[in-house]
């Protein structure tokens, strides 16, 4: 059960979210004096909501959820490798990274694709809440898109920009390969596109982790939903942070949360990040930001950088993928192969 749930005051639901605890457990887990201390209450009212928690956790026992949720955990390794098989992917638009990528992001996994600004971070979480509507009969999912923005950086014109050429690029496909197809052509729109975008924007860490928080429910509402992307995941985490520690443990329990969501509705999750730099051999050297406790909450890293005036995406990190880079481009389009040319500013 979800401490959102908790019968106690929403002041005290709110403090305990905001503070890293977002389950049961990690209430039980702390002692009396860190959880006035992270609350900001006395020890009194942190003793009655450890005996609240304590006491619904008891019920849910006794009505057989947490066995329950147990005993339909357990699969086979051989069940593992047969879903693997038929895993579904969201194409890139980039053939070449999508190559690398073994078909384009994984859904039922957390990939995390940091790089430097101007890099094409914002352009490829787009690109990806575009390409995720693609038909079945193109080869796509047919899902829907949330697109969590931290920064500012969602810009509607391009979004419609790219939906336009996603179309143009499937009725290209249905006129040399699918001319039975042409009639579901007609009928995408580009405004279908963006009515399938479920755009959210937060302006503090206590907005970003309640709405992470607040998912299950819309996704079960919401069940063609097919990828989440949080640009950036990082925004509101650098700063106002003194206590490193509860920085750690709210990026841990988000991250799990996030995890969780991928592989209960099957659907991919994306991560955008940010560089920073790190005091390395004697040397400064970018490096992606939150530090490398959160390297492993991801289940694929992937790093965007500049080779002269060219992009390149580079596998970092990844359970089944190998290491290897590719090319791609920004275009008017949106991500593409790659074109040699100079860096520009798309909008």
């Known amino acids: 059960m979800e401490v959102g749930m908790l ?10 979210l905001s503070t890293g605890y977002t389950t049961l457990l990690s209430i039980s887990r702390a002692s009396l004096a860190d959880l006035a201390r992270d609350l900001q209450v006395s020890e009194d009212e942190a003793s009655e909501i450890m005996k609240c928690a304590s006491k619904t956790s008891t019920l849910d026992l006794s009505t057989g959820t947490h066995t329950t949720t147990v005993v339909n955990g357990g699969q086979t390794a051989w069940a593992m490798l047969n879903e693997e098989k038929f895993s579904l992917h969201i194409t890139t638009s980039c053939v ?11 859904c039922k996994e957390v990939t995390e694709i940091g790089g430097v600004p101007g890099i094409g971070k914002t352009q490829i979480g787009i690109q990806l809440a575009v390409n995720v509507q693609i038909p079945p009969e193109y080869g796509g999912l047919g899902g829907k898109a949330i697109y969590i923005d931290t920064e ?3 810009m509607v014109e391009r979004v419609l920009q790219i939906a336009e050429a996603c179309i143009e690029d499937m009725s290209e496909y249905s006129n040399h390969f699918r001319k039975d197809f042409q009639a579901s052509e007609v009928k995408m729109h580009p405004n279908n596109i963006l009515e399938n975008i479920f755009y959210f924007r937060v302006c503090s860490y206590t907005e970003q982790i309640a709405l992470v928080n607040y998912l299950d429910k819309f996704i079960t509402e919401h069940k063609d939903v097919k990828i989440i992307i949080i640009d950036s995941v990082t925004f509101h985490f650098r700063q106002d942070f003194d206590d490193m520690a509860l920085r750690t443990r709210l990026l841990s329990a988000m991250a799990l949360k996030l995890m969780k969501l991928a592989s209960k509705f099957c659907l991919a999750v994306v991560l955008l990040n940010q560089v920073t730099t790190k005091h390395i051999d004697g040397s400064f050297q970018l490096t992606l930001a939150l530090g490398d406790s959160w390297s492993h909450s991801c289940t694929n890293r992937i790093i965007l950088f500049w080779n002269g005036n060219d992009r390149h995406a580079f596998i970092d990190k ?13 275009t008017p389009k949106g991500i593409r192969n790659s074109t040699s040319c100079k860096r520009i500013k798309m909008m």
Request: aromatic residues 6%.
């Open 7 to 16: 019968p106690i005051s929403a002041s005290k639901r709110g403090k305990l």
């Open 96 to 106: 070449d990274l999508d190559n690398i990528l073994c078909g384009g992001i994984n």
């Open 152 to 154: 500012g950086s969602f």
């Open 318 to 330: 990844s359970p089944s993928l190998k290491s290897a880079s590719a090319q791609y481009s920004v």
